[in-house]
């Protein structure tokens, strides 16, 4: 890709490595962008977290970790399991299931304010209810693959 | 012609209603959007033929929209962003125990938006396909620039948006340069032990699913899951008071906010609250009674709802024409025609004549279900709102997950890919980056790769993205023009912060 001499606009495409070639020019435009939203975006906002005015994302603001972190370990679980329980019936969809079941029940406990005995067993009977109904319709009326 | 009508059978408009009622569903729960009812749906469409899934897909886009006002005029909530203006009005209405009043007027004027906004889409989208179907590479490398300049100027800052834009063609660079694009086959930007999960690179639903599914619930679990509706009481308010009188005097408001939204519609990642706050204030500006608006006058309900609905017309007309969709929503259907076997693009209404007129169909269908829905039975469908979130945010991961999964025939990857882009959308929300462009980009980037490169490789010189024809200078015109605007509107908006700062 290095410019020929007849014109300062010209252009030839090396095949073997074309496919480096537009990620290349996409890297220069990141970059520039980069700095100058570093210049114009985050340099007035960080003189404005130093001046107490604003509080940093994610770092400086307020979190209900319980919750969030809880979200991240159940959501990354349940993937993970749901793929393991799988390999133990293969092309049944019971991992899917399985998994669901106890995912969609924990999951609702979890984001529950205050757990009265209604409250817990609605939430039994949807994560039962939803997921075996997602099951039917999927695997069985539609035969879309699950895990 | 009669082909099309034998398609149209009982299953066709029962999974058009369907859509529609879900879509009303999504919208009308706060924080859930009409992307999300489309994108948590899209395995109901795996199995469904062509024309079915574009019945279903397309209620969900028009139930989705509308059920934004549901929240918007009982609980002052917007249901989706682009319900926003409804609340100005809608909520001082239902206060006054005109709640179903209220909700009657934003019906009609969504039922009119959207019947208008098809029109357009009916009678421009072919001419607009016509006219770009002779368009080289280089013209297409050029639309798809100033697709991306036009989603930057429209977003809160455009170098943030145009920096989002840029993550977003990277992202989709990952993967190989397709050898059936013209590539070489060779893989880039990725460690040699990614290959095998991200040879093809990261697959477009799964992505959209995450960003838009998964880092919304991440987002609620951070704020804590409030239900802070829990022990509010609806106020449907009593029965009657609509009479179509109401719109006495208002066609002009209706038809002007109508063609707003499609106009705003059409611009390429522009999200809704931009129609329905334009229409909103343009009312207010042209209007000769506005005195009373924002103080619950059923005008600014027209103006609101009218624009917000016809958005759907206005942001097909890109997709279908061009293949560049126009809004978030768009895009996620982008990728539910890619999985049904449809090239979206100029080519799309010439070659598939019968499911264009299927479409048109589908998409009039599930303006008038909603209409009906909506003006019949939003008594029972007001309940919703206060469905509580710990059950249906676990229900809304799994219906991710079975997306994902399913979506090329079983591959656990795409199920992470839903985790990774989660995270990642909502740390992009975080630290202030716009998640439109970023879609928008990732969308195109490998289109925009391709044009670029072949457009280079045949010409051999850069000047010829200015020398092909009239066309490449009117669209760099266009792209000059929209950067401006947004360099303009900018300082504008910093002079007017900096007086109310000296004020």
Redesign the interface.
């Known amino acids: 890709m290095e410019a020929s001499s007849n014109s300062p606009l010209s252009v030839s495409i090396d095949f073997e490595t074309s496919h480096l070639f537009f990620p290349h020019i996409i890297h220069w435009v990141l970059a520039v962008l980069f700095v100058l939203v570093l210049l114009f975006r985050v340099a007035p906002f960080l003189a404005a977290v130093k001046r107490g005015e604003k509080a940093l994302p994610i770092l400086g603001e307020s979190r209900d970790n319980f919750r969030f972190f809880g979200t991240l370990v159940l959501i990354v679980a349940y993937f993970y399991l749901m793929s393991v329980v799988g390999n133990f019936f293969p092309y049944t969809g019971y991992g899917f299931l399985i998994t669901s079941v106890v995912f969609l029940f924990l999951m609702s406990l979890m984001y529950m304010h205050t757990r009265t005995r209604r409250k817990v067993v609605t939430a039994a009977i949807n994560a039962v209810v939803a997921p075996t109904l997602a099951w039917v319709i999927f695997a069985k009326v539609f035969y879309i693959t699950l895990p | 012609m009669m082909d099309i009508l034998s398609q149209l059978d009982f299953t066709f408009f029962l999974l058009a209603s369907i859509g529609t009622l879900i879509g009303i569903i999504f919208g009308a729960i706060p924080g859930m959007t009409a992307t999300m009812a489309v994108a948590v749906c899209l395995?109901l469409t795996?199995?469904l033929g062509l024309e079915h899934g574009l019945s279903l897909l397309l209620g969900l886009y028009v139930g989705g929209i509308s059920g934004g006002m549901v929240p918007a005029v009982l609980l002052n909530i917007p249901g989706t962003p682009s319900s926003i203006t409804t609340t100005f009005d809608g909520y001082p209405m239902a206060q006054k125990g005109e709640g179903e009043r209220a909700l009657r007027v934003c019906v009609v004027a969504s039922l009119v938006g959207g019947l208008i906004s098809a029109a357009v889409l009916f009678l421009f989208a072919p001419l607009l396909a016509e006219f770009s179907i002779k368009f080289s590479y280089v013209e297409k490398f050029l639309i798809i620039l100033l697709a991306l300049t036009v989603i930057a100027s429209m977003s809160n800052?455009m170098?943030?948006g145009?920096?989002s834009g840029?993550?977003g063609?990277?992202l989709s660079?990952i993967g190989?340069?397709s050898l059936s694009d013209g590539?070489?086959?060779?893989?880039?930007?990725m460690f040699d032990f990614m290959e095998p999960y991200l040879f093809e690179g990261f697959s477009l639903l799964p992505v959209l699913i995450g960003i838009f599914g998964?880092s919304t619930?991440?987002l609620e679990?951070?704020?804590?899951?409030?239900?802070s509706l829990t022990g509010q009481k609806i106020k449907i308010g009593k029965e009657g008071g609509f009479s179509l009188s109401i719109f006495k005097g208002r066609l002009t408001n209706l038809v002007r906010s109508s063609f707003i939204g499609t106009f705003v519609g059409m611009l390429p990642g522009v999200g809704g609250s931009a129609a329905s706050v334009l229409a909103y204030t343009q009312e207010k500006n042209l209007s000769r009674d506005s005195s009373e608006m924002g103080k619950g006058a059923p005008q600014g309900l027209i103006a609101s709802e009218s624009a917000n609905n016809a958005l759907t017309g206005g942001a097909l007309i890109p997709l279908l024409s061009l293949g560049i969709p126009g809004d978030s929503t768009t895009a996620v259907l982008i990728g539910a025609f890619t999985l049904q076997g449809i090239q979206v693009g100029p080519l799309f209404i010439p070659e598939n004549t019968d499911t264009w007129y299927i479409m048109m169909v589908a998409l009039v269908a599930a303006n008038i279900v909603m209409f009906l829905l909506m003006f019949y039975a939003i008594k029972y469908i007001a309940r919703v709102v206060l469905v509580?979130?710990?059950?249906l945010?676990?229900?809304i991961?799994?219906?991710c997950?079975?997306g994902a999964?399913?979506i090329n025939?079983?591959i656990?990857f795409d199920?992470?890919t839903?985790?990774i882009f989660?995270?990642l959308g909502y740390?992009v929300q975080?630290?202030?980056l716009e998640v439109a462009p970023l879609i928008i980009g990732f969308i195109l980037g490998s289109s925009?790769?391709v044009y670029?490169?072949k457009s280079?490789?045949s010409f051999?010189?850069?000047?010829i993205f200015f020398t092909k024809s009239p066309i490449a200078v009117v669209l760099w015109g266009l792209i000059a023009a929209s950067v401006i605007f947004s360099i303009v509107m900018g300082l504008k908006s910093r002079t007017r912060r900096q007086l109310e700062m000296s004020q």
């Open positions: 395995p795996y199995a800052n170098l943030v145009i920096f840029a993550i063609v990277w660079l190989t340069y590539g070489n086959g060779n893989t880039r930007l998964i619930i991440l679990a951070e704020s804590g899951v409030k239900s509580p979130k710990y059950l945010y676990p229900l991961v799994m219906m997950v079975v999964y399913a025939y079983g656990m199920v992470w839903l985790m989660g995270v740390l975080k630290v202030g925009a790769e670029f490169v280079l490789e051999g010189t850069l000047s």
